[in-house]
């Protein structure tokens, strides 16, 4: 149990080429899975789908208990969100092919998204474009996140009361119409539910639609704190903080 612990340990945690490597391949394998989920999520249930979600499956299996296993307060690692949300999506994975085909289950497994933050953070250890680009790239997570968790929120809420929902495409194409306030008319929901849930898209999505402009438009900068005052983002080639004076040293490759 010692070896195989600290196995995981450097697989999940180490920095030995191999470990990053390794890390590296599943974030690679975690992108891919999530476009998938993606674009399944518009198709019938086949019978492929169901091996492959089952195979999908079996590597998240095997991903979660390793995780478990490199954790040194497994307790505590059992109750993050992140966990959770794990046991949902693989849940998610198995039960359609053993009960039959759930909308809610298929779509619960939206939530892998959230996991693309913790991909983002990983993949801005290994690449400078990452690094460079957090702030564009985190803004326009946030919003792909939203879009795709809200639909499936108004695919399993409105299908079985709204005529206007019929599939998933009728939810995605209602959640953006909303989002970019262009709303036609010819799709709708219905009831309290619906209606607050259209407040949220509106509210919510609009804000993070705005913040991914002013992200994108925004003149560059770096992250580097003031000793001093604290500010944290500061012209590429600054040599003093403008809040408070004090003397930089941001590290820089020089301006061309």
Sequence with gaps: MKSLTKFCREIHYGRSPGAA??????????????????VTTF???????????????????????????????????????????????????????LIGNFAFLRL?????????????R?????????AKNEEVIFSSLNLLV????????????QVQVNDSINNYVDALYFTITTLTTTGFG?????????RLL??????????????????????SRVRYECPDCGLSRHEPDAIHCKHCGRQLHIQTEGMT
Excluded: C, N
């Excluded at 490597?21 to 993606?38: E, G, H, K, L, Q």
């Excluded at 296993?69 to 994975?93: E, N, Y």
């Excluded at 619960?108 to 983002?120: E, G, H, I, Q």
């Design 108 to 120: 619960a497994r939206s939530l892998r998204l959230l996991r693309s933050y913790v991909l983002a």
């Design 21 to 38: 490597r390794a890390r590296f391949a599943f974030i690679t394998f975690d992108i891919t899975v999530v476009a998938y989920f993606v």
């Design 122 to 130: 990983e993949l801005r250890e290994y690449s400078k474009f990452f």
């Design 186 to 194: 010819d799709v709708i929901l219905v009831g309290s539910t619906g």
């Design 146 to 157: 939203f879009i795709f968790v809200v639909t499936a929120a108004v695919y399993v809420l």
């Design 43 to 97: 198709m019938e249930l086949h019978e492929w789908i169901i091996v492959l979600d089952m195979l999908i499956g079996m590597v998240y299996v095997v991903d979660f208990v390793g995780r478990l296993i490199a954790d040194r307060d497994r307790g505590r690692f059992l109750i993050k969100p992140m966990t959770i949300i794990d046991f949902i999506v693989i849940a998610s994975l198995f039960v359609p092919a």
């Design 198 to 219: 259209s407040v949220v898209i509106m509210i919510v999505g609009v804000a993070l639609f705005l913040r991914l402009v002013q992200t994108v438009f925004r003149p």
